[in-house]
C-alpha cells in the first residue's frame, strides 16, 4: 500500500478489529503472568487490590460545574448524619454519576464512626472483592488479621464472594495484556488498522455508563507499540456520526502533512471515511495519540491512546511497565478511563524495578503522589533525563506531558498513589476519582497468584 503526501483517505482500509469480550479476555489470558511482557502495555492505573490505606469512593465530578463534593455536617448525638448532609450531598451529586448514596444501611455504627467511615469502607470492600481470602497466604496472619478488621471482614459482607471492582468493567490492562493490537506487514512497514468509535464506558462497575467516544471500542485506545526506527503505517476508519482527525503526539514527522492537524496539514476525514497516515518512528519514548480535531471534545470523551515506541538499546531496566493516563473531562477524573474503586493496582513483587508512564490527556495539571516509594524519573516527553534524573515522591504532570519513573521495590505492603489535588480523590463521601496503590507482594508468584484471582 502506497500514500501520497497529503495522506490520501483509503476507503477500503481500515476494517475494524474486533474488541474482545470481558469473558473472552479472561479465557484468553496467557499462563505466564510473570514474564516483563505481562503487564506492560497495561494501564494499571488505579487502585489497590486491598487498600488499608485507602478510604472510599465519592461519586466522580464532571465538567462544567465540578464540586469538591458535599459538606458533611456534625452528626447528630445517635451517630446518623444530619439531614443538611444528606440534601448537600443530594444537591452537589454531578449530573454524570450517581448520587453519593450509601450501600449499607445507617444502622449500627461504631461508636465514633459516622456514615463518611461507613461509606468509605464499602468501597474499599467493592474494591477488594473475592481477593481478600488470598490476601493471607501473601502477607502472612498477622497482617491479614489487621486487613481483615479494617474491613470488617467478620460481618462477612457481600463482596466477598464478588469480584473486585476494577475486574468488573473492561480496561487497557485486560486488552493490552491479552489481546494486544498487532501489526500487519506490508514488506518493512508495520500497519496498525484503527476504528473510531461510539461508546458506552463505565467509569466504575456501580455507575451508569457514559456515552464516550474510543479507538477500536475502547477507551483508552489500545497500545501501539514499535522499535525506534520503523516505518508505521496507522489507518483509522471513522465510525462516528462527525469529522475528525488523529495526530501522533510526540513525532518528529519527516512529512508534516502527516501531523494529523485538520485545516493545518489535512482535511478532516468524514464519517464513513479511512484515513492513514504513515512515518517513521524516529525517537523512542512515551508517545501518544489523540484527535486534534474538536479536541477539548473528542479527547475529552475518550478519542486517546498511547504510543509506545521501544528504543534500539533500551538502558531503562524494567521488570514490569505500566501506562497510566489521566483524563478530567467525561466522567470526571479518571485514569485510564475509570476512577477509583474501578481502577486496578500497580503490581509488583519485592526485588523487582517497575516503570510507570505517565500521560495526560486531560485539561489540568495533576501532581502524582507515591506513598512509601521515591520515584526515579528518567525521561520526560519521551527523552531520557541520563544525568538530570531525579528523585521525588510528588510528581506534576501537565496537560500532554509524559514522564517515565522508575521504582525500585524493595519492601511489601499496600501504597496509596493518587493526585494529590485533593478534590480530584477525597470528598466526604471517601475516595474516589484519580485514586491508585502501588501493591507490593513479597515474591513473583504472589503477582501471578493475584492476577490469575482476579480474571478467575
Not at 203 to 231: C, F, H, S
Not at 351 to 360: D, I, P, Q, T, W
Request: net charge negative.
Amino acid at each position: 500500500m502506497s500514500l501520497d503526501s497529503q495522506g490520501a483517505s483509503h476507503p477500503t482500509a481500515g476494517a475494524s478489529i474486533p474488541s474482545p469480550s470481558h469473558d473472552a479476555r479472561q479465557a484468553q489470558i496467557p499462563t505466564d503472568f510473570s514474564r516483563r511482557g505481562f503487564l506492560r502495555g497495561a494501564a494499571l492505573a488505579g487502585g489497590g487490590i486491598m487498600a488499608a490505606t485507602l478510604a472510599a469512593c465519592a461519586p466522580s465530578a464532571a465538567p462544567p460545574g465540578w464540586t469538591y463534593g458535599p459538606v458533611l455536617s456534625q452528626p447528630p448525638a445517635g451517630g446518623s448524619p444530619a439531614p443538611s448532609a444528606a440534601a448537600s450531598a443530594a444537591a452537589s451529586a454531578p449530573a454524570s454519576g450517581s448520587p453519593a448514596t450509601s450501600a449499607v444501611p445507617s444502622a449500627n455504627i461504631p461508636a465514633g464512626w459516622t456514615q463518611h467511615d461507613i461509606d468509605a469502607r464499602q468501597v474499599v470492600r467493592r474494591y477488594i472483592g473475592n481477593l481478600a481470602p488470598a490476601l493471607k497466604g501473601i502477607y502472612g496472619d498477622a497482617a491479614f488479621a489487621k486487613l481483615a478488621d479494617i474491613l470488617g471482614a467478620g460481618e462477612n459482607y457481600p463482596e466477598l464472594s464478588q469480584k473486585p471492582a476494577f475486574a468488573q468493567v473492561p480496561n487497557l490492562f485486560l486488552t493490552d495484556a491479552v489481546s494486544p493490537l498487532k501489526p500487519e506487514l506490508d514488506g518493512g512497514v508495520k500497519v496498525f488498522r484503527l476504528t473510531i468509535d461510539k461508546i458506552s464506558q463505565k467509569i466504575d462497575e456501580m455507575k451508569p455508563p457514559v456515552a464516550a467516544l474510543g479507538y477500536n471500542k475502547q477507551w483508552p485506545g489500545p497500545t501501539i507499540r514499535v522499535t525506534e526506527g520503523d516505518r508505521v503505517r496507522a489507518i483509522f476508519t471513522n465510525n462516528l456520526d462527525e469529522t475528525t482527525g488523529v495526530h501522533f503526539h510526540g513525532v518528529e514527522f519527516e512529512d508534516f502533512f502527516q501531523d494529523g492537524v485538520p485545516f493545518v496539514t489535512q482535511k478532516p476525514f468524514a464519517p464513513g471515511e479511512t484515513y492513514t497516515y504513515e512515518f517513521t518512528a524516529s525517537r523512542p519514548g512515551s508517545l501518544m495519540y489523540h484527535s486534534h480535531h474538536n479536541a477539548t471534545d473528542q479527547v475529552g470523551r475518550g478519542l486517546l491512546g498511547p504510543f509506545i515506541v521501544d528504543p534500539k538499546v533500551d538502558k531503562v531496566k524494567a521488570d514490569r511497565e505500566y501506562t497510566w493516563i489521566s483524563n478530567d473531562v467525561l466522567g470526571g477524573f479518571t485514569i485510564n478511563g475509570h476512577g477509583f474503586p474501578a481502577t486496578v493496582p500497580v503490581l509488583g513483587a519485592v526485588g523487582e524495578k517497575v516503570l510507570v508512564r505517565f500521560m495526560n490527556e486531560g485539561v489540568m495539571m495533576h501532581p502524582w503522589h507515591s506513598h512509601g516509594y521515591r520515584m526515579r524519573i528518567v525521561a520526560r516527553d519521551g527523552y531520557p533525563l541520563g544525568g538530570a534524573a531525579f528523585d521525588c515522591d510528588t510528581l506534576g504532570v501537565n496537560p500532554g506531558e509524559r514522564y517515565d519513573a522508575l521504582i525500585t521495590l524493595d519492601r511489601p505492603g499496600v501504597w496509596a498513589f493518587h493526585c494529590h489535588i485533593l478534590p480530584h480523590v477525597e470528598g466526604s463521601s471517601g475516595m474516589f476519582g484519580m485514586v491508585t496503590t502501588l501493591l507490593v507482594v513479597p515474591k513473583k508468584e504472589h503477582v501471578d497468584a493475584i492476577v490469575k484471582a482476579v480474571l478467575a
